[in-house]
């Protein structure tokens, strides 16, 4: 459905397979609800949806038992393939799989929602591939990376909405280049473990915030304390 911008809903509402792929679709502004049978989003799935709309919970589905207000049913995704949800500009909330199998998102998964005001890692995942979540430039609040073992190239690029602290947890062992980058109203930066290897344009110095900004700033071969405004680095 790439691109189908006359598309005005897609029903997946059988739940006989255990995939999804339509792969490029454009228009769809009665949100989704996917069949509890679901375990893998194929690759381009909706991609460039720019009209989907409501929130997109990727963890429970709606019961279709008829008593009033059943309890939600518990998804079982396993996989979500390159760009699926890649430009799906209008959704509002997104709740990833918690699902144990879940471990990956995928490159430029949801790269340009920018419709998304707050993001929540779950703690079964493991990598952030390049440019999962690049240019979802209203979410506001700082994930917990706790279990983080990778963030790719440009993962989280052009967030600029995101506000607070920044904490890396002690199993990141990869950190991409420009993975924050334009990310301008971070307020700290801290590394639990030890700082991997990186790049100097994995933050970026173009601070717009008045805000004081301390950053563990890569030197050539080390990673150094320092304040980009000058004031005294926490």
Not at 175 to 199: E, I, N, Q, W
Not at 209 to 226: L, Q
Request: one cysteine or more; charged letters at 10%; aromatic letters at 8%.
């Amino acid at each position: 459905f790439a691109d189908c911008v006359g598309i005005t809903g897609i029903s997946t509402n059988t739940g006989n397979g255990s995939s999804l792929q339509y792969s490029n679709g454009s228009a769809i502004p009665n949100g989704l609800i996917i069949p509890p049978k679901v375990t893998r989003i194929g690759k381009e799935a909706f991609l460039n949806c720019s009209k989907f709309a409501l929130g997109l919970d990727l963890n429970t589905t709606p019961n279709p038992a008829q008593n009033p207000n059943p309890p939600r049913l518990t998804l079982n995704i396993q996989s979500i393939g390159n760009a699926a949800f890649s430009g799906c500009a209008a959704f509002t909330s997104l709740v990833l799989p918690a699902s144990s199998q879940y471990t990956v998102v995928a490159e430029e998964c949801f790269k340009g929602c920018i419709g998304v005001q707050a993001l929540t890692i779950p703690s079964n995942v493991r990598i952030i591939q390049d440019g999962a979540f690049s240019g979802c430039n209203k979410i506001a609040n700082v994930p917990k990376f706790d279990n983080i073992t990778t963030i790719g190239n440009e993962a989280f690029r052009g967030c600029a909405g995101m506000i607070g602290p920044l904490v890396l947890g002690t199993n990141l062992n990869i950190l991409g280049d420009l993975a924050f980058f334009d990310c301008k109203f971070l307020t700290s930066v801290t590394f639990l473990g030890s700082p991997p290897p990186a790049s100097s344009l994995i933050f970026g110095l173009d601070v717009a915030s008045p805000t004081t900004f301390h950053i563990n700033v890569f030197t050539e071969n080390a990673w150094d304390v320092a304040s980009v405004t000058g004031a005294t680095p926490v």
